[in-house]
């Protein structure tokens, strides 16, 4: 693996990107939202290029004041790509986590809401070449985790989580974290044939087909139809 590492973006960097977000309007993803996303489009098979990941990140039609501020600002989007990207890079090789940019309540809590969020807004814009994982009863407990955070606060009371106490939090996003490790893991053959021009094997399926009303593999309590089976989320 390389010795350099990413180019980090600084706190006043990642407070700055915030701001500037925060002000492009309330349907643009935050910096934490941001690195959730970019984490699940760093382990898609798929490659997803900018020009298609910029208009998810502003979720909205705007226009930059100037090519200063449109270089400025695209430029820290593009380091904190790369830092996500090699910091997951790491992980094929050693013990590693990838820790998440997470903001923090007025209580100090980080609740990593925000980073499912974003997360499965990236797993949204190539659901189906997750198939592999999702559908596979093993591998999709892997997203258990990212779930839980993801539907706390859910609207539809069928897929919101329970409360969670900030001890089993703290949990979740540790596994959160270590289950990313091995997601990216085990996406890297078919990325490796794709970055070599080659169409990846389809990976053999570990267990029986889940049914649609069977309950979901990744431990939720819900049925599959209504989980990892269903359409992702798009958040607005």
């Given at each position: 693996?390389?010795?350099?590492?990413?180019?980090?973006?600084s706190d006043d960097e990642?407070?700055?990107?915030?701001?500037?977000?925060?002000?492009?309007g309330p349907n643009a993803m935050n910096v934490e939202m941001v690195d959730g996303f970019f984490a699940a489009l760093a382990c898609c098979p798929d490659?997803?290029?900018s020009s298609e990941w910029f208009p998810e990140i502003w979720n909205?039609?705007?226009?930059?004041?100037?090519?200063?501020?449109?270089?400025?600002?695209?430029?820290?989007?593009?380091r904190h790509w790369n830092v996500v990207v090699g910091e997951l890079a790491r992980t094929l090789d050693s013990s590693h986590h990838y820790e998440p940019v997470l903001e923090e309540d007025e209580s100090g809590v980080a609740n990593a809401n925000d980073w499912a969020h974003g997360f499965i807004r990236g797993v949204g814009m190539r659901a189906e070449s997750w198939s592999s994982l999702l559908r596979d009863d093993t591998r999709a407990r892997l997203l258990a985790p990212v779930l839980a955070l993801h539907h706390e606060h859910d609207d539809?009371?069928?897929?919101?989580?329970?409360?969670?106490?900030?001890?089993?939090?703290?949990?979740?996003?540790?596994q959160m974290c270590e289950n990313l490790s091995t997601?990216?893991?085990?996406?890297?053959?078919?990325?490796k044939a794709r970055a070599a021009g080659l169409s990846p094997m389809p990976l053999k399926r570990l267990e029986?087909?889940?049914?649609?009303?069977?309950?979901?593999?990744?431990?939720?309590g819900r049925k599959y139809k209504q989980c990892c089976g269903g359409n992702l989320p798009t958040l607005h």
């Open positions: 693996m390389p010795s350099i590492r990413p180019d980090n973006l990642l407070n700055h990107l915030d701001d500037f977000l925060a002000s492009v490659l997803i290029k909205t039609d705007f226009e930059f004041d100037s090519e200063r501020q449109a270089t400025e600002i695209t430029g820290l989007l593009i539809n009371r069928t897929l919101q989580s329970l409360s969670i106490e900030n001890e089993t939090r703290d949990g979740l996003i540790g997601i990216y893991r085990f996406f890297e053959p078919q990325r029986p087909k889940v049914g649609r009303n069977d309950p979901c593999p990744c431990g939720s």
